[in-house]
T-cell receptor, first 112, second 113 residues
Framework: ETGVTQTPRHLVMGMTNKKSLKCEQH?????MYWYKQSAKKPLELMFV???????ENNSVPSRFSPECPNSSHLFLHLHTLQPEDSALYLC???????????FGPGTRLTVL | QQQVKQSPQSLIVQKGGIPIINCAYE??????FPWYQQFPGKGPALLIA?????SEKKEGRFTISFNKSAKQFSLHIMDSQPGDSATYFC????????????FGKGTKLTVNP
């Protein structure tokens, strides 16, 4: 595997379900990000992790819970989501202090 | 407050045309300006990037023009092809500071055969 991978690629869940999105980067980077991409909206930064420490939370509702066990892996735990949370969730990684971010293919999430 | 304004929202050109996408920023501390290309069902991929110490950068058919005094930069695609049909995002960040990339809203480009 190379670059940034995300699983699953597609996820359909009910509002009462609990699920997790996984991201893995194979680039030796030390910063990782979660973005939300909705139709007709710009890419919305959700969380930033540097060296496994969360350094930014952009007022994201608590029903989204990130976890970064090491510099290569990033999770987004989901619970009691709303239909408006349906979107493409993108993971990215970079070398800290550099603006160049590499994105994964995303997880298309549908909340019923 | 949107810090990077991108226009147009959508653009349709004929094959061989030269689409131009414009972006304007507000924060003078920004010093790195990448463009990303995103195909349907895929994540954004870095296309080309520029720093404010140069006014133009070219990679293949893609050219970034940068106007520091006007705080504007633009992407030109020479001899556009149907395979260039995608959504293009401009972005800005400050090197060595926050890793936060601020994105424009995106431009959906369609190149007709």
């Amino acid at each position: 595997e190379t670059g940034v991978t995300q699983t699953p690629r597609h996820l359909v869940m009910g509002m009462t379900n609990k699920k997790s999105l996984k991201c893995e980067q194979h680039l030796g980077h030390n910063a990782m990000y979660w973005y939300k991409q909705s139709a007709k909206k710009p890419l919305e930064l959700m969380f930033v992790y540097n060296f496994k420490e969360q350094t930014e939370n952009n007022s994201v509702p608590s029903r989204f819970s990130p976890e970064c066990p090491n510099s290569s892996h990033l999770f987004l735990h989901l619970h009691t989501l709303q239909p408006e949370d349906s979107a493409l969730y993108l993971c990215a990684s970079s070398q800290r202090g550099q603006g160049l971010q590499f994105f994964g293919p995303g997880t298309r999430l549908t909340v019923l | 407050q949107q810090q990077v304004k991108q226009s147009p929202q959508s653009l349709i050109v004929q094959k061989g045309g030269i689409p131009i996408i414009n972006c304007a920023y507000e924060n003078t501390a920004f010093d790195y300006f990448p463009w990303y290309q995103q195909f349907p069902g895929k994540g954004p991929a870095l296309l080309i990037a520029i720093r404010p110490d140069v006014s133009e950068k070219k990679e293949g058919r893609f050219t970034i023009s940068f106007n520091k005094s006007a705080k504007q930069f633009s992407l030109h695609i020479m001899d556009s092809q149907p395979g260039d049909s995608a959504t293009y995002f401009c972005a800005a960040s400050r090197q060595g500071g926050s890793e936060k990339l601020v994105f424009g809203k995106g431009t959906k480009l369609t190149v007709n055969p």
